[in-house]
């Protein structure tokens, strides 16, 4: 048979087959080395598509160091996901002279004494092991600038910021013969990025897994075109198959970057008990909580969410709360309460029932979505101008 075809302008624009990105997923929490990773990345580019490395987890030279991995293992062109929020990139980068690794058992000592308390209550009464993991000072989430430098002078086809607004790069990418890609939750955001100069706007609806807005993707992807014109806009949340593909192209998204399914690939890497919960879950078993980063995130649901709720805490701001939780999951791992840990993921969960090689997903992707518009649609809406 022969191969579908299925472009877009975004096709020229970054030099791809086809239109789908995956997303570049970040690990949720300190010490663990999930999402997307050096695999995934080469597997969805490989494939036709492009895939996005998510760098938020990883020290600047562990990047630097994935970057030039994807550059042995494809010559196809890839994308670098950073987290840029303005907690972050208003201030100057974490300074790493010394022990660049600090415990995060010191490090939650220096939260206020009410959240201190709390994580060490429920330690005492789950009855739960030490804390090992360690900080690490220079991750690029600590060190948003150096990171920045570092994807310009990698020259990534792609730099992608997952949080905060990329405009302040965009000349200096640019110069090096990169494209920037801009995340938005809703219209005022988008508007926003795209107006800072970016070339692509993403917007991610409230299905959407991870950090994830208040607008769901049907109101907010023709919204989101209208105020990012003339920008192209890529179409985020909730799409898990060719469905959700075509939908999008529909609407006038110019393509599309997929979380959850991914991640839920032989690549992705998420750890096996938070594939499981991905299989798991229906659609409305995903929770969005302020519990793991400070900014409202989706997850699948689990019993560290009502803990939260029950706490009557406040949520500290990003990345301080990223302490408490990953203080506490990682005790709830070592201690195997698989029922208090779920990744972050999205409603579109409840369409996944199988790990498989992102190459395939990719592949089914492409196929029903050429198959709805080039067969089904003609076949069975009477449409005419
Ligand atoms: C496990 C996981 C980690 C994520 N980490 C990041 C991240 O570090 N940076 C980012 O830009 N987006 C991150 N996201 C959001 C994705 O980029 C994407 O916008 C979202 O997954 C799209 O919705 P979907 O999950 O319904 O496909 C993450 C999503 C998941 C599921």
């Given at each position: 048979m022969a191969k579908p075809v299925l472009r877009t302008k975004l096709c020229d624009i970054l030099g791809i087959e086809y239109p789908i990105l995956s997303a570049g997923m970040g690990p949720s929490l300190v010490g663990e080395k999930t999402g997307a990773t050096v695999e995934l990345v080469v597997a969805v580019s490989e494939a036709g598509g492009l895939g996005v490395l998510?760098?938020?987890?990883?020290?600047v030279d562990e990047m630097r160091d994935c970057i030039r991995e994807i550059r042995k293992l494809t010559d196809k062109p890839f994308g670098v996901d950073l987290l840029l929020p303005a907690q972050t990139v208003g201030v100057e980068d974490q300074?790493?002279?010394?022990?660049?690794e600090i415990p995060l058992s010191d490090i939650i000592k220096t939260l206020p004494k009410a959240h201190y308390d709390w994580i060490m209550k429920i330690k005492e009464e789950m009855g739960l092991p030490d804390i090992d993991a360690k900080v690490n000072l220079g991750a690029t989430t600590m060190r948003p600038h150096a990171a920045v430098q570092a994807c310009i002078e990698e020259k990534v086809p792609l730099f992608c910021a997952g949080l905060g607004n990329p405009g302040f790069m965009v000349a200096d990418a640019h110069a090096a013969g990169m494209r920037v890609l801009g995340i938005a939750g809703n219209t005022r955001n988008a508007g926003r990025i795209a107006k800072s100069g970016v070339d692509l706007v993403v917007a991610q609806g409230?299905?959407?897994?991870?950090?994830?807005?208040?607008?769901g993707s049907a109101a907010l992807w023709p919204q989101a075109i209208d105020a990012a014109a003339p920008t192209p806009v890529l179409a985020a949340g909730g799409i898990g198959d060719g469905r959700g593909v075509a939908a999008a192209l529909a609407m006038g998204c110019v393509g599309v970057w997929v979380g959850t399914r991914f991640l839920a690939s032989k690549e992705g890497g998420a750890l096996e008990v938070q594939k499981e919960a991905i299989l798991a879950?229906?659609?409305?078993?995903t929770r969005r909580t302020?519990?793991?980063?400070?900014k409202t995130s989706r997850a699948t649901y689990n019993k560290f969410h009502d803990l939260w709720e029950q706490s009557g805490l406040e949520a500290l701001p990003f990345p301080t709360q990223v302490m408490i939780a990953s203080s506490l999951v990682e005790m709830f791992t070592k201690a195997g309460k698989k029922e208090y840990i779920g990744p972050?993921?999205?409603?579109?969960?409840?369409l996944i029932q199988d790990i498989k090689p992102a190459a395939r997903i990719l592949e089914e992707m492409v196929e029903q979505t050429v198959d709805i518009l080039a067969r089904k649609l003609p076949e069975t809406v009477i449409a005419k101008a």
């Amino acid at each position: 048979m022969a191969k579908p075809v299925l472009r877009t302008k975004l096709c020229d624009i970054l030099g791809i087959e086809y239109p789908i990105l995956s997303a570049g997923m970040g690990p949720s929490l300190v010490g663990e080395k999930t999402g997307a990773t050096v695999e995934l990345v080469v597997a969805v580019s490989e494939a036709g598509g492009l895939g996005v490395l998510g760098a938020a987890g990883y020290s600047v030279d562990e990047m630097r160091d994935c970057i030039r991995e994807i550059r042995k293992l494809t010559d196809k062109p890839f994308g670098v996901d950073l987290l840029l929020p303005a907690q972050t990139v208003g201030v100057e980068d974490q300074k790493v002279r010394g022990a660049a690794e600090i415990p995060l058992s010191d490090i939650i000592k220096t939260l206020p004494k009410a959240h201190y308390d709390w994580i060490m209550k429920i330690k005492e009464e789950m009855g739960l092991p030490d804390i090992d993991a360690k900080v690490n000072l220079g991750a690029t989430t600590m060190r948003p600038h150096a990171a920045v430098q570092a994807c310009i002078e990698e020259k990534v086809p792609l730099f992608c910021a997952g949080l905060g607004n990329p405009g302040f790069m965009v000349a200096d990418a640019h110069a090096a013969g990169m494209r920037v890609l801009g995340i938005a939750g809703n219209t005022r955001n988008a508007g926003r990025i795209a107006k800072s100069g970016v070339d692509l706007v993403v917007a991610q609806g409230h299905e959407g897994g991870g950090h994830t807005g208040r607008i769901g993707s049907a109101a907010l992807w023709p919204q989101a075109i209208d105020a990012a014109a003339p920008t192209p806009v890529l179409a985020a949340g909730g799409i898990g198959d060719g469905r959700g593909v075509a939908a999008a192209l529909a609407m006038g998204c110019v393509g599309v970057w997929v979380g959850t399914r991914f991640l839920a690939s032989k690549e992705g890497g998420a750890l096996e008990v938070q594939k499981e919960a991905i299989l798991a879950a229906a659609d409305e078993d995903t929770r969005r909580t302020y519990l793991y980063t400070g900014k409202t995130s989706r997850a699948t649901y689990n019993k560290f969410h009502d803990l939260w709720e029950q706490s009557g805490l406040e949520a500290l701001p990003f990345p301080t709360q990223v302490m408490i939780a990953s203080s506490l999951v990682e005790m709830f791992t070592k201690a195997g309460k698989k029922e208090y840990i779920g990744p972050f993921a999205g409603q579109v969960a409840g369409l996944i029932q199988d790990i498989k090689p992102a190459a395939r997903i990719l592949e089914e992707m492409v196929e029903q979505t050429v198959d709805i518009l080039a067969r089904k649609l003609p076949e069975t809406v009477i449409a005419k101008a």
